[in-house]
């Protein structure tokens, strides 16, 4: 009966406004009986000839108070959901009523007339009619936030964080009817504030203890305020959470957290819609990096623009960042038919102002690169065309050297013939001391482009500014772990690892394309730019990870599985060679390797004799060349292993 008495409580509809108002002058009518009362009981003095018998004084105090009504309009809220600023309200409300009655007394003084109140019991008026409608709100909303938390479709939360942006969140689940979370206090750390009770909850210190008490009060999840997940590492600092089964949600991120009171509704219920599960790349994500965009919106604006592979995880978020500068034109060429085509569609509609020229074509056609360049004649030319899964390269070596090394010289000759003035490939991670076919193709392409430039250079044939950017692995791109982990997990598992030790290196698609473009801003020619990627990532807890964000346990609801390491994979990537040193940028998160100098005509003999060797299609013979221009290219797990010295 309790039960179902609460549950039709909290359905009640809306009171309309007329309604808050009856039950504010009524409030107001017993705040001025219980002012005579009190005035009575306490003051002797009486008004000798009171000009106006009680009921009309109390007609005058009632005119008063509803023309204060009608210019604060503290009826038109909502009472279950009164805020701080309801209260000012409230409280203007009855202080302009008591500054008017003061006002007629001072009238009635200065015409020598006597007084119509008593300047107290203005006073006692003024404290006991704001006390009775403030109590009125604080109780109906106390009352159905207590209803709200007792009924079984609601699931109570702990907010991390007590800063503006936790009490914001906190605040908006409570008042709202659309929420599914019902927060029952806050978690603090030792960066935040030493409260006890905020918003008339209790914080928690975030220790073992913490999750005994949510065990025992069936609290099985935590909103991370945006604040907090900016201020403390994701990746470290929320293991907790994962070890303890915890499930962790998170919310957009608002501007305004400051003033909660004052977000619109809209807003408000969009941030409620938007409580989601914290993803794994939020856990692997680091701090916003800030970038210098008038470097980059020189190089970009008002240029026109080519990105190879632009329908790729790298090429597309180019594509999208380089449209924030105002190109006169963005050249997308891809061979991959309906990618390029859905990514065409999504510019259209996200971007119908931008100039964007989808292009099908295969880096590996020279005429066909030569024909794009001679008719668009692009300035800035990002290379990001490229085979890049090692397992699938090392079975097709031929394939790998004619995508990466043939497209890369096809396109940074084209640019150079068509005086281009950047070129800007990307590289890998896997170029340092490489183990596969991928990773020594992408070296190979490294020589040519730093070997070209250096020769052009100092024969002053072209102004071309040539540079690379090497970096780890890319959250969510096509093919990568994370969506890997995500099918297997989705299947009921097994989550497959390859080696209990294994590391990479990751970033997120965006932060990788920011420094990319920040790169090419940098550069003046030559460089090899590698990106800060953090620190290494062990695979198997990723794996793990990944399970306990969906709700299981590892090894109990779904079990991993070690399949040994892939042809040509090693277990640690580097982002520089042993014999490489770095120095600094203007840019923190960038550096720039100092790498070994090679001859153009040497690298260009031996790439013309390697691609030579791969449109006969022979393996052997292909990675036999490819080791002879990278001599640290030293295979692993691979058939290959025989062809090294």
């Known amino acids: 009966m309790l039960h179902s008495l609460s549950y039709r409580i909290q359905k009640l509809h809306y009171v309309p406004q007329w309604c808050v108002l009856l039950i504010d002058i009524l409030l107001c009518s017993i705040a001025y009986v219980l002012c005579l009362m009190i005035g009575s009981g306490i003051f002797t003095y009486k008004i000798p000839n009171e000009p106006f018998p009680v009921w009309e004084r109390y007609g005058i105090v009632m005119l008063v108070q509803l023309l204060s009504f009608r210019i604060f309009h503290t009826y038109a809220g909502i009472i279950r959901y009164s805020s701080f600023q309801d209260i000012i309200k409230v409280f203007c409300c009855v202080l302009f009523t008591c500054v008017v009655l003061y006002a007629c007394n001072f009238c009635c003084y200065i015409f020598d007339t006597q007084p119509v109140f008593l300047n107290t019991a203005i006073l006692i008026y003024f404290f006991v009619a704001f006390v009775l409608m403030l109590s009125l709100r604080i109780g109906v909303k106390t009352l159905f936030e207590r209803i709200s938390l007792n009924t079984t479709h609601h699931e109570k939360v702990l907010i991390y964080g007590s800063h503006s942006a936790g009490a914001a969140i906190a605040k908006m689940l409570r008042s709202s009817e659309e929420s599914k979370y019902v927060p029952v206090g806050f978690i603090i750390d030792s960066s935040d504030p030493k ?32 604040k907090k997940l900016h201020d403390i590492n994701p990746s470290t600092d929320l293991q907790i959470f994962l070890r303890h089964n915890v499930r962790i949600l998170t919310t957009p991120a608002f501007v305004k957290w400051e003033e909660p009171d004052n977000m619109e509704q809209s807003a408000a219920r969009k941030l409620i819609g938007n409580i989601e599960d914290i993803k794994v790349e939020d856990l692997l994500g680091r701090p916003t990096i800030n970038i210098d965009t008038e470097n980059v919106s020189q190089i970009v604006r008002g240029k026109v623009v080519l990105v190879t592979g632009a329908a790729g995880s790298i090429g597309s978020e180019l594509v999208r960042q380089i449209l924030l500068y105002q190109p006169n034109l963005v050249i997308l060429l891809d061979q991959a038919e309906s990618p390029l085509h859905d990514f065409t569609e999504e510019l259209r509609e996200k971007y119908p102002k931008s100039q964007c020229l989808p292009i099908i074509a295969d880096v590996r056609v020279k005429e066909r690169i030569d024909a794009i360049f001679s008719e668009f004649t692009p300035q800035i030319v990002l290379h990001a065309a490229a085979y890049k899964h090692v397992p699938l390269m090392e079975d097709f070596p031929c394939e790998a050297v004619l995508a990466n090394v043939l ?25 340092v001391n490489p183990t596969n076919v991928m990773g020594a193709s992408k070296r190979i392409a490294e020589l040519y482009c730093q070997s070209l430039f250096r020769k052009l250079h100092e024969e002053g044939k072209s102004n071309i500014i040539v540079s690379t950017t090497r970096f780890g692995n890319v959250l969510g791109s096509n093919g990568s772990v994370i969506p890997h982990f995500k099918k297997q997990i989705a299947a009921g598992g097994p989550v497959t690892v390859t080696h209990p030790e294994i590391t990479r290196f990751f970033m997120t698609i965006p932060e990788a394309c920011t420094l990319v473009l920040e790169a090419a801003a940098l550069t003046h020619g030559g460089e090899i730019f590698i990106f800060d990627m953090g620190q290494p990532v062990k695979i198997a807890d990723l794996a793990q990870n990944m399970i306990r964000l969906a709700g299981l346990q590892p090894g109990k609801d779904i079990e991993i599985v070690y399949t040994g390491l892939r042809p040509g994979e090693k277990l640690y990537e580097e982002l520089l060679n042993r014999e490489e040193l770095t120095t600094m940028t203007t840019n923190e998160k960038i550096k720039i390797a100092k790498v070994q100098e090679s001859q153009f005509d040497t690298i260009n ?23 002879e221009i990278v001599p640290e290219y030293i295979s692993k797990n691979s058939i290959f292993e025989k062809l090294d010295k």
């Open 195 to 226: 409260i006890n009770y905020l918003q008339g909850m209790k914080t928690y210190l975030l220790n073992e203890d913490l999750f005994r008490l949510m065990s025992l009060n069936n609290i099985k999840s935590v909103i991370v305020s945006p």
């Open 407 to 431: 497209g890369t010289k096809n396109v940074i000759d084209a640019a150079v013939r068509n005086k281009a003035e950047r070129f800007l490939m990307i590289s890998t991670d896997k170029a």
């Open 605 to 627: 003999e031996q790439v013309n004799s390697l691609i030579a060797l791969a449109h006969t299609g022979k393996y052997y013979p292909t990675v036999a060349a490819m080791k």
